[in-house]
């Protein structure tokens, strides 16, 4: 099993910036892939932006060259550096797992239990 547990979620002004983490523990050998996904009010879960264990990322076309994901494997932790926040950005993050992939959603295998962003006009 693994385990995933987001922070860093929060209110800010549209052009803001904010750090997700997701801390990860359990059988975290078993992991090759993270991501994070959001999900808006109504609408479905989407991804945000993907890292493999060998550090290839990839992101969702609404946050390219705004957000980054990055990972610290001696802390077993995933990042999600946001910039240049807009209140389209507003939605639960959710960490996501998989032992294969994390995309398509039907990969994960683990999720976080999500943080709430708040983007303000």
């Known amino acids: 099993q693994v385990q995933l547990v987001e922070s860093g979620g929060g209110l800010v002004q549209a052009g803001g910036s904010l750090r997700l983490s997701c801390a990860v523990s359990g059988s975290i050998f078993s992991i090759n892939a993270m991501g994070w996904y959001r999900q808006a009010p109504g609408k479905q879960r989407d991804v945000v932006a993907t890292i493999t264990s060998g550090g290839r ?7 390219k060259g705004r957000f980054t994901i990055s990972r610290d494997n001696a802390k ?3 990042y999600l550096q946001m910039n240049s926040l807009n209140p389209d950005d507003t ?9 294969l992939a994390v995309v398509p959603q039907r990969g994960v295998d683990y999720w976080g239990q999500g943080t709430q962003v708040t983007v303000s006009s």
């Open 57 to 63: 990322t990839n992101y969702g076309d609404s946050v």
């Open 76 to 78: 077993n932790t995933v």
């Open 91 to 99: 939605g639960v993050y959710y960490c996501a797992a998989g032992r």
